[in-house]
């Protein structure tokens, strides 16, 4: 991996996410209930708080649980809930290092299909199916990882030319598009849920 993301709109954070499989995953995990630019450069974060150029999962599985939350935690936190998110975090290595002895590009290295990819990326701590859903898309559209029937596997987030996710931000109007998305989709909610509980 070696490519230029936009996904925390910081050169040094985007940088580590471009070369860095782990730091893309890591990314990924922290990307809920935070903006997504805050999510993102979190593994430029912790890389840097752990005096490293960048992550290394078993460096982190093997961490004191309670140092790490800690580390995570410092001002400016790396998330909204940096103890339960370093928990996550640490999941996730530990994962790795059982599963991949630690490498997080052989989650989808040599896959066949989109849809053995979206099932290793499903079984990964802290990975629903529609976070797995938007990591592959990435994968697919901007890092090149693209097994056969990956669009379909990706659902809604595989289609092109779309500006649903992550996956489809290559720069700040890009960005803005996204977020306009999921403004509307938020919207649309709301407005079912309203029109649910006036018909009850």
């Given amino acids: 991996m070696d490519v230029t993301l936009h996904l925390a709109q910081d050169p040094a954070a985007d940088e580590l996410l471009g070369r860095s499989p782990l730091a893309a995953l890591v990314g990924m995990l922290l990307d809920q209930q935070v903006p997504m630019e805050w999510a993102f450069a979190g593994p430029r974060t912790i890389a840097d708080r752990l005096g490293a150029d960048d992550l290394d999962a078993h460096e982190i599985a093997a961490r004191d649980p309670e140092a790490f939350a800690a580390?995570?935690?410092?001002?400016?936190?790396?998330?909204?809930?940096?103890?339960?998110?370093?928990?996550?975090?640490?999941?996730?290595?530990?994962?790795?290092?059982?599963?991949?002895?630690?490498?997080?590009?052989?989650?989808?290295?040599?896959?066949?299909?989109?849809?053995?990819?979206?099932?290793?990326?499903?079984?990964?701590?802290?990975?629903?199916?529609?976070?797995?859903?938007?990591?592959?898309?990435?994968?697919?559209?901007?890092?090149?990882?693209?097994?056969?029937?990956?669009?379909?596997?990706?659902?809604?987030?595989?289609?092109?030319?779309?500006?649903?996710?992550?996956?489809?931000?290559t720069g700040p109007e890009s960005l803005t598009k996204v977020r306009a998305h999921k403004q509307e989709m938020k919207a649309a909610a709301k407005a079912a849920k309203a029109a649910k509980s006036s018909a009850q």
Avoid: N
């Fill in 71 to 169: 580390l995570l935690s410092e001002k400016p936190a790396v998330h909204r809930y940096p103890g339960s998110m370093a928990k996550r975090v640490q999941q996730l290595c530990q994962y790795l290092v059982e599963h991949y002895d630690g490498d997080a590009a052989a989650v989808w290295t040599g896959v066949a299909t989109g849809k053995e990819l979206l099932a290793r990326l499903v079984e990964l701590p802290g990975f629903g199916k529609q976070k797995a859903q938007i990591f592959l898309a990435l994968l697919g559209k901007q890092l090149g990882v693209r097994p056969t029937g990956w669009r379909e596997a990706a659902g809604a987030y595989g289609e092109a030319k779309a500006f649903r996710s992550v996956a489809d931000i």
